[in-house]
């Protein structure tokens, strides 16, 4: 009997942690690099890298389920460029993430994007809690900020704005964060490229043409290319035009530099396999977009 019961506990339990692991959205990697600070206790960063790293991969972020092969990898990689007091730092963020592309192997940049205004504070040991109602520090408020983002852009990739719950959550952070007067890049005006842009940009329904194209990009262009890789290129293709309509719309939004970051390689890698017609339309309309950027683009001329 107790051996009966012993085996039921250790099925409940492996089902436990089966469905905890499908809950999980993340699959985060954090990098913590201090070597411009000196003379100080390098462990407070090994610390720092460790509790980001829980945060961000055990923390239920949807209400969705994922599966092991689903969560989203993400890099989450700091600088620290000065550190005022033990636990005042001034350092910048490189944010990255990808997911799979539909019966392949390869994977496709989701978001690519790099934060020059990420000023916090942090006290070793501390834990790391995030509230969607009520921000603690400038660390959490903008770590969280990203992850939704990021989840913003995923989901919009396999649905038609999709990624609209998760955008409204980063507004919200945006939109509390700014009555904080010491935290940096919360502010309208303050840059054009910091997080009040980033998600003003995502939530402007006048470039909402962008999510369209996003969706389109992945969905029925990437996607598809394992199964018919002309069709799925064409697809991707006849698309693109919708970002000379963004400039049109809104000549400085921070959407056209985000696209080229995120995605301009893979555009001219896709266009390889082109017609000379299409390779020289393509080329016509991204150096139009891009004027300094030809040396990425000069493949589509051969």
Known sequence: MRNSLYICFSFLLLFIMANDTKSQELNAKVNINSDKITGTNKQVFNTLQMALTEFLNTRKWTSATFNVNERIDCNFNIVINQQSDE???????????????????????????????????????????????????????????????????????????????YFRIAQQIVSEAQSYATWTGWTAFEKSNNRHGIISAFTDESLS??????????????????????????????????????????????????????????????????????????????????????????????
């Not at 262009?221 to 698309?239: H, K, Q, S, V, Y």
Request: glycine share 4%; proline share 4%.
């Open 209 to 302: 043409g962008f999510r369209n194209l996003w969706y389109v990009y992945h969905r029925k262009g990437l996607d598809e290319m394992a199964a018919n890789a002309d069709r799925g290129r064409t697809t991707i293709i006849n698309a693109l035009p919708v970002l000379k309509e963004i400039r049109e719309i809104r000549p400085t939004s921070i959407l056209l530099q985000f696209f080229a970051d995120t995605k301009l390689d893979e555009v001219v890698n896709i266009y390889s396999k082109a017609s000379s017609q299409e390779k020289k339309e393509g080329y016509e309309l991204l150096s139009n977009l891009y004027p300094t950027m030809s040396e990425r683009l000069a493949p589509m001329k051969k």
């Open 87 to 165: 636990s005042i730092f001034a350092a910048e963020l490189q944010i990255s993430a990808r997911r799979p592309v539909f019966n392949s192997t390869y994977t496709t940049s989701t978001f690519n994007f790099r934060d020059v205004q990420f000023d916090f504070n942090y006290v070793e040991n501390t834990s790391i809690e995030f509230s969607e109602t009520r921000l603690e520090n400038n660390l959490t408020a903008t770590i969280a900020f990203y992850v939704y983002v990021i989840l913003g852009l995923d989901f919009d990739s396999f649905s038609p704005m999709g990624g609209s719950p």
